[in-house]
């Protein structure tokens, strides 16, 4: 069982940054895709960025050129890096690894963005 912490989340202004942390439990970053999604109040969780254990990456439009998905293998982290945030972006996101049929999630980390 692979367990994911993440944290970073919090109130930020329209226009501000944030930077999230996914920290494994195991060394997955090197066989896992790892992702970061979102759920907004009232929608479904969606894909934001992930990171394949190649290293390609894969963003959502609506997150392109703003924020950057990245991985430290020997910290076992994967963060994001969210820049020009605006209200809409505002979310409980979530970290995920998934290897074939196998998906683990982490508990979540809100985030705010005043308007």
């Known amino acids: 069982q692979v367990r994911l912490v993440e944290s970073g989340g919090g109130l930020v202004q329209t226009g501000g940054s944030l930077r999230l942390s996914c920290a494994a439990s195991?060394?997955?970053?090197?066989?896992?895709?790892m992702g970061w999604y979102r759920q907004a109040p009232g929608k479904q969780r969606e894909l934001v960025a992930d990171?394949?254990?190649?290293?390609?990456?894969n963003y959502a439009d609506s997150v392109k050129g703003r924020f950057t998905i990245s991985r430290d293998n020997a910290k076992n982290t994967v963060y994001v890096q969210m820049n020009s945030l605006k209200p809409e972006d505002a979310a409980v996101y979530y970290c995920?690894?998934?290897?074939?049929?196998?998906?683990?999630w982490g508990q979540g980390t809100r985030v705010t963005v005043s308007s």
């Open positions: 995920n690894a998934r290897r074939f049929s196998t998906y683990f």
């Open positions: 195991e060394r997955v970053l090197s066989i896992y895709t």
């Open positions: 990171i394949t254990s190649g290293g390609s990456t």
